[in-house]
């Protein structure tokens, strides 16, 4: 599960995952219902992927790319 702070509030007043609309947060949340644990994701293997699968993938990359600044400014000391 994500954390509280991988959130933020759309333009429209929905909390969403930093990076993803509200359709694609609902996406997510769907998928990782549907699938077990992703393993593919886990061993970097994307073959024979189902669309699922790919979709969930693609979904999880847009995420942890635009989560990739806020994550540099915890690591920082001050």
Do not use: N, Q
């Not at 509030?9 to 929905?14: E, L, N, Q």
């Not at 024979?48 to 790319?65: F, G, N």
């Amino acid at each position: 599960m994500h954390k509280d702070d991988e959130y933020e509030i759309d333009d429209r007043g929905y909390r969403v995952l930093i990076g993803l609309t509200v359709e694609e947060t609902e996406e997510l949340f769907r998928l990782d219902g549907l699938l077990s644990i992703p393993t593919f994701y886990v061993d970097g293997s994307d073959d024979e992927l189902s669309p699922d699968e790919t979709r969930w993938v693609e979904l999880i990359d847009k995420h942890d790319a635009a989560m990739k600044p806020f994550r540099h400014m915890r690591s920082v000391k001050h």
